[in-house]
């Protein structure tokens, strides 16, 4: 099981950017989720999305500004990410859960495949 993030850039703040996770075809999940990791910080969570019904959850420092949506049939995921801020500035990954429940989508320890991470600065 793979799963391979892009789309992170260097951009300037109120700038958009997409970021996109395309898993390998055979990644099964029950949630799909996107974190983030600044420098000397814990990775925190940022938004997740049910893989079957769609249903989309957010951290309140994001709500608003980004927007999680997938794509089943080709098994990606994406992150539209506007008015972008210079905290947003940090490392994104995605991440997929075979058994993940709701009341933990928000903890790192509830998804069993990450992706590579990608590096998104917002310089102000």
């Known amino acids: 099981v793979q799963l391979q993030a892009s789309g992170g850039g260097l951009v300037q703040a109120g700038d958009s950017l997409r970021l996109s996770c395309t898993g390998s075809g055979r990644t099964f999940s029950r949630y799909r989720a996107w974190f983030r990791q600044a420098p000397g910080k814990e990775r925190e969570f940022v938004a997740a999305?049910?893989?079957?019904?769609?249903?989309?959850y957010y951290a309140d420092s994001v709500k608003g500004r980004f927007t999680a949506s997938r794509d089943k049939a080709k098994d990606t995921m994406a992150l539209q990410m506007d008015n972008l801020k210079s905290e947003d500035t940090a490392v994104y990954y995605c991440?997929?859960?075979?058994?993940?429940?709701?009341?933990?989508?928000?903890?790192?320890?509830?998804?069993?495949?990450w992706g590579q991470g990608t590096l998104v600065t917002v310089s102000s």
């Open positions: 991440a997929a859960g075979a058994g993940t429940i709701l009341s933990a989508i928000k903890s790192p320890s509830a998804y069993d495949y």
């Open positions: 999305i049910n893989w079957s019904a769609g249903y989309t």
